[in-house]
């Protein structure tokens, strides 16, 4: 069987990496030498050469290295694959618009999302076209009262090795270990199973028997909630929610789009999702998306949104102190200028703006903010608050 070895030039003392039964065919791509297997005396020979060692591997035929892309054609490059992702979409999904660019933003920004809507708005179904067309692995976990940590997680289990006869643990991977996660109706299990999600969000790997087990690249959780029916629900505490960078609200569709998925649905023309973006393209994207630089300003105006909602600071507008019980936390801020930065690059930008951090606002601090029982009695909830913050706020 045909193995890479280390070689050395007999000209210019150069090492490279090649194919052992290539040898014969290949020459130096230096100097055009003869190569030969690295052995006790042509170490020796070489450590009396210059230092001009290189590190690569030869492949026949390789083509020469392509210069890197510009950050404009990277974020074009985007652009282009959040384009292509919608039209594939609409393929099975009528509507929906904002819901899938916020769901999208959230991916480019490596952060995970809460849907909250009433059962029939196809959460399900899109989350999982949308792992088809981002050529990802696709688990759905249905959350119910009895389901355990280990159902999610993974477990060991005792096996008996054929060739030593002896019993051994070995570890069951759990549905956790996917790219994508859909955890449906995530309110409808205890406390201690929902828990069991926190370390897979947060460190991307899971820890069993002393064992971390790291999750594969890229991990997204996308869970579903029902507003509606909360007998028998467990509502997710404050802590667990702010581990969501998004919190994004599936409405009703209108009546042209009820219309189109009545044909739809009735009529099977559905169309067949196709792959339009890798999971390297989406890491690639990913570290793109944090270069991007943000200027002092909108980091102070993101700063000023979050902490306006604090009722300890001197300068808390009057009506955050009459409606609202707390505040949003530092990992807004955070969470603020990540997803800004997101929505920027599928606008081909360069830069983040403050209309880039208001776009965000909602989304981003809408599960973060609680209002108190005056803000209920009048019939406002944190969005209304957000809109009001955002109008009194000077963007810069």
Same mark, same amino acid.
């Given at each position: 069987m045909?193995?890479?070895?280390n070689?050395?030039?007999?000209?210019?003392?150069?090492?490279?990496?090649?194919?052992?039964?290539?040898l014969s065919?290949?020459?130096?791509?230096?100097?055009?030498?003869k190569?030969?297997?690295?052995?006790?005396?042509q170490?020796?020979s070489?450590?009396?050469?210059?230092?001009?060692?290189?590190?690569v591997?030869?492949?026949?035929?390789?083509?020469?290295?392509?210069?890197?892309?510009?950050?404009?054609?990277?974020?074009?490059?985007?652009?282009?694959?959040?384009?292509?992702?919608?039209?594939?979409?609409?393929?099975?999904?009528?509507?929906?618009?904002?819901?899938?660019?916020?769901i999208?933003v959230?991916?480019f920004?490596?952060g995970?999302?809460?849907?909250?809507?009433?059962?029939g708005?196809?959460?399900?179904?899109l989350?999982?076209?949308?792992?088809?067309?981002?050529s990802?692995?696709?688990?759905?976990?249905q959350?119910?009262?009895?389901?355990? =940590?280990?159902?999610?997680? !993974? +477990?060991?289990?005792?096996? &008996?090795?054929? *060739?030593t006869?002896?019993?051994?643990?070995?570890? $069951?991977?759990?549905?956790?270990?996917a790219?994508?996660?859909?955890?449906?109706?995530?309110?409808?299990?205890?406390?201690?199973?929902q828990?069991?999600?926190?370390?897979?969000m947060?460190?991307?790997?899971?820890?069993?028997?002393?064992?971390?087990?790291?999750?594969?690249?890229?991990?997204?959780?996308?869970?579903?909630?029902? =507003?509606?029916?909360?007998? !028998? +629900?467990?509502?997710?505490? &404050?802590a667990? *929610?702010?581990?969501?960078?998004?919190?994004?609200h $599936?409405?009703?569709?209108?009546?042209?789009?009820?219309?189109?998925?009545?044909?739809?649905?009735?009529?099977?023309?559905?169309?067949?999702?196709?792959?339009?973006?890798?999971?390297?393209?989406?890491?690639?994207?990913?570290?793109l998306?944090?270069?991007?630089?943000?200027?002092?300003?909108?980091?102070?105006?993101?700063?000023?949104?979050?902490?306006?909602?604090?009722l300890?600071?001197?300068?808390?507008?009057?009506?955050?102190?009459?409606?609202?019980?707390?505040?949003?936390?530092p990992?807004?801020?955070?969470?603020?200028?990540?997803?800004?930065?997101?929505?920027?690059?599928?606008?081909?930008?360069?830069?983040?703006?403050?209309?880039?951090?208001?776009?965000?606002?909602?989304?981003?601090?809408?599960?973060?903010?609680?209002?108190?029982?005056?803000?209920?009695?009048?019939?406002?909830?944190?969005?209304?608050?957000?809109?009001?913050?955002?109008?009194?706020?000077?963007?810069?």
């Open positions: 045909s193995s890479k070895i070689v050395v030039c007999e000209s210019c003392k150069a090492e490279f990496r090649a194919m052992d039964d290539e065919q290949l020459a130096c791509p230096k100097c055009k030498g190569l030969a297997p690295k052995d006790a005396g170490q020796q070489r450590d009396n050469a210059p230092a001009q060692s290189v590190s591997s030869i492949e026949k035929d390789s083509p020469a290295p392509q210069n890197p892309k510009k950050v404009e054609e990277q974020l074009a490059d985007i652009s282009s694959s959040f384009a292509k992702l919608n039209s594939e979409l609409s393929k099975v999904i009528v509507g929906q618009k904002e819901v899938i660019e916020e999208i959230a991916i920004a490596n995970h999302c809460l849907l909250e809507g009433v059962p708005l196809a959460k399900t179904l989350i999982s076209s949308l792992s088809k067309a981002m990802l692995s696709f688990k759905r976990i959350f119910t009262p009895d389901l355990m =940590p280990s159902d999610i997680t !993974g +477990t060991e289990i005792i096996q &008996e090795n054929p *060739q006869n002896a019993r051994e643990f070995r570890f $069951v991977h759990g549905p956790i270990f790219n994508v996660v859909l955890a449906d109706e995530i309110n409808r299990t205890p406390p201690k199973t828990a069991s999600m926190l370390e897979a947060q460190e991307k790997q899971v820890s069993v028997g002393g064992r971390m087990h790291p999750l594969p690249k890229p991990f997204f959780v996308l869970a579903t909630q029902n =507003p509606l029916e909360q007998e !028998g +629900t467990y509502p997710l505490p &404050e667990q *929610q702010d581990r969501f960078l998004f919190k994004i $599936v409405g009703y569709p209108s009546e042209a789009e009820e219309k189109k998925i009545i044909e739809m649905v009735s009529g099977q023309k559905f169309g067949d999702i196709q792959p339009v973006i890798s999971a390297e393209q989406i890491l690639a994207a990913q570290k998306v944090t270069g991007i630089p943000v200027a002092e300003t909108v980091v102070q105006y993101a700063t000023k949104l979050v902490r306006s909602t604090r300890n600071q001197s300068d808390t507008p009057d009506f955050i102190k009459k409606w609202v019980a707390w505040g949003c936390g990992r807004a801020s955070i969470a603020l200028v990540s997803a800004a930065k997101a929505v920027a690059a599928l606008g081909k930008k360069s830069f983040v703006s403050c209309d880039d951090i208001a776009r965000v606002a909602h989304p981003v601090m809408r599960h973060r903010l609680a209002v108190n029982y005056a803000a209920r009695a009048e019939g406002l909830n944190s969005d209304a608050i957000i809109d009001k913050l955002l109008a009194t706020l000077q963007k810069h």
